[in-house]
């Protein structure tokens, strides 16, 4: 039997970090990660077959559970069918059907191939369709890898402390404007989109403050500017519309990922039909990709937004309750300074006296005692994020028993941490 030490080893010889996405290393909790076998609902199993109840969920790609039966299924039988043609298919007609249905601003969708690629086409698209430049975002916000997007991201960039990244030039940032998160930004005519997270959840859990997200609405009319939500996350998660139909704002235009592809690669980019005709083959803003609207991917996220309800989201925010007063008082009880944020079906876990509201706040969270709680938790068979800026994801296979067993090991594990502290 192989052990996830030797498979390490193994990784990193031909692999940087041993991994194929930065955030999946242990870099900023210590040591090195486990390597999963199989996976199946709320658990994940290792290759040395240690258990562990999975919070991770692919960073919110899984929503039903890991290898839910009706997913699989739909798979296994598109494969048969082939894997990708060059050529358009049904399934990618009745998953643009979908997303127009259920995403209130959405009126034309182009899918992709991850999230990355989806912010990567609004901004192009937004720039093409405004003519100008300039883009806004937020300290904090994490909206994939591209090169004007990662200055001051969130997540992985948060956990490394980079400032964006080495390899990526000036002039690809120069037209990129940092603000806080939760304040309204003055704008003026050379700002061509603001590209926000409506809920933040790649700093830990931020919310958006009272009249934020409208007033960010009524600043980029004023101006002319296009405003984009990253609903990578939030989208069919906190509800089949997402954040907008929850809080009541609409943008112009929407990048969605994650739930979508099923955990299947996918990515969507939506929006008012005036200003996502700027792509081709319609419009001048150039966007392709040979795999996009992949025949499996399509199969995975129909079954999945097939199954996705409000009965469904109402079940996942009681856990997400449940679990969310449960680790509070478990880590209170503890001793621990730490805040447990919820939002809908979303929860965070900071390390702090006070919940934090922007990037500054945010990176107050004590890693260290992160590190500490996420190790006595693995132990225990509970894997949360390595990173004190991921967020957690219960979904459907998060029962109230398993999110009981969840916060009775959290329990244990503060009581460990504190323990140790002295
Ligand atoms: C995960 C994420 C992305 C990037 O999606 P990938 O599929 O990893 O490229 C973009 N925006 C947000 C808000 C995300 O959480």
Redesign the pocket.
């Known amino acids: 039997m192989t052990s996830n030490a030797e498979l390490f080893d193994r990784a990193c010889r031909v692999i940087p970090g041993g991994v194929s996405?930065p955030v999946r290393a242990f870099g900023s909790v210590g040591g090195s990660p486990y390597f999963v076998q199989k996976a199946e609902g709320a658990h994940v199993w290792d290759v040395e077959g240690n258990r562990y109840v999975d919070l991770v969920q692919s960073?919110?790609a899984i929503i039903l559970g890991h290898a839910h039966p009706t997913v699989v299924d739909a798979i296994l039988s598109a494969a048969a069918d082939g894997t990708s043609y060059g050529a358009p298919t049904e399934r990618e007609v009745l998953l643009a059907e979908a997303l127009v249905e259920a995403v209130p601003s959405v009126e034309k969708v182009r899918l992709v191939s991850?999230?990355?690629?989806?912010?990567m086409t609004a901004l192009r698209v937004a720039r093409g369709f405004t003519g100008r430049d300039r883009v806004v975002k937020f300290a904090g916000?994490?909206?994939?890898?591209s090169d004007a997007l990662l200055v001051a991201g969130g997540?992985g960039v948060a956990t490394l402390g980079l400032p964006g990244s080495a390899g990526v030039t000036a002039s690809q940032v120069a037209d990129t404007l940092v603000v806080p998160y939760n304040v309204v930004p003055e704008l003026d005519e050379t700002v061509a989109c603001v590209i926000v997270?409506p809920v933040a959840?790649?700093m830990g859990l931020v919310p958006p403050a009272e009249g934020f997200l409208e007033g960010l609405r009524a600043e980029c009319d004023r101006v002319g500017a296009l405003l984009i939500f990253?609903?990578?996350?939030t989208g069919f998660r906190l509800g089949r519309g997402g954040a907008q139909e929850l809080l009541g704002v609409r943008p112009d235009l929407t990048?969605l990922?994650?739930v979508i592809g099923g955990g299947l690669?996918i990515?969507a980019v939506g929006g008012r039909a005036a200003v996502m005709d700027a792509l081709a083959p319609v419009g001048p803003v150039y966007q392709a990709g040979t795999l996009s609207g992949n025949p499996l991917a399509t199969a995975a996220g129909l079954a999945a937004l097939g199954m996705l309800g409000p009965p469904v989201y109402e079940q996942i925010g009681a856990s997400a309750e449940q679990l969310a007063s449960g680790l509070s008082k478990a880590l209170g009880d503890a001793g621990l300074p730490a805040i447990v944020p919820r939002f809908g079906t979303l929860l965070g876990l900071f390390f702090g006296p006070d919940a934090p509201v922007d990037h500054d706040g945010a990176k107050r969270t004590d890693e260290e005692l992160y590190a500490a709680f996420f190790h006595e938790l693995l132990v225990r068979g509970v894997a949360i994020a390595p990173g004190a800026y991921e967020v957690l994801f219960p979904g459907v296979a998060h029962t109230p028993e398993v999110v009981d067993r969840i916060v009775d090991l959290a329990h244990e594990a503060a009581l460990e941490v504190a323990h140790r502290r002295g």
């Open positions: 996405s960073y919110g991850s999230g990355t690629e989806a912010t916000n994490y909206h994939g890898h997540s997270e959840a790649n990253d609903e990578v996350i990048c990922g994650k690669p990515g």
